[in-house]
Nanobody, 124 residues
Framework: QVQLVESGGGLVQAGESLRLSCAASGRTFSTFVMGWFRQAPGKEREFVAAISWSGRHTNYADSVKDRFTISRDNAKNTGYLQMNSLKPEDTAVYYC?????????????????WGQGTQVTVSS
């Protein structure tokens, strides 16, 4: 069973950057789609980005496109989310998860093995 652990969150000012990491246990990391989601207080879990098992295909929410970059290093069993030009509305707990389908989807119900999340807070 795959376990995912997020890290890299923190408190930053608007316009600054953060890089989140998602470390996976097990040998199957390179075989599945990886996704990042976020959840702000009182709001539903929201899709942020996804990346195919090979890393060749990516998908982003419109709200983060051109500011965030998802990537993965299968040799290190680790995925990343580079977040630039952060805005206060990016404040949320960020989660990584394993896609259960071979195709990339934005529906959180198609993901499993959720990590515990990492808090990102952006001050104005």
């Amino acid at each position: 069973q795959v376990q995912l652990v997020e890290s890299g969150g923190g408190l930053v000012q608007a316009g600054e950057s953060l890089r989140l990491s998602c470390a996976a246990s097990g040998r199957t990391f390179s075989t599945f789609v990886m996704g990042w989601f976020r959840q702000a207080p009182g709001k539903e879990r929201e899709f942020v980005a996804a990346i195919s098992w090979s890393g060749r295909h990516t998908n982003y929410a419109d709200s983060v496109k051109d500011r965030f970059t998802i990537s993965r290093d299968n040799a290190k069993n680790t995925g990343y989310l580079q977040m630039n030009s952060l805005k206060p509305e990016d404040t949320a707990v960020y989660y990584c998860a394993r896609g259960m389908l071979q195709t990339m989807t934005r529906d959180f119900r198609d993901f499993s093995s959720w990590g515990q999340g990492t808090q990102v807070t952006v001050s104005s």
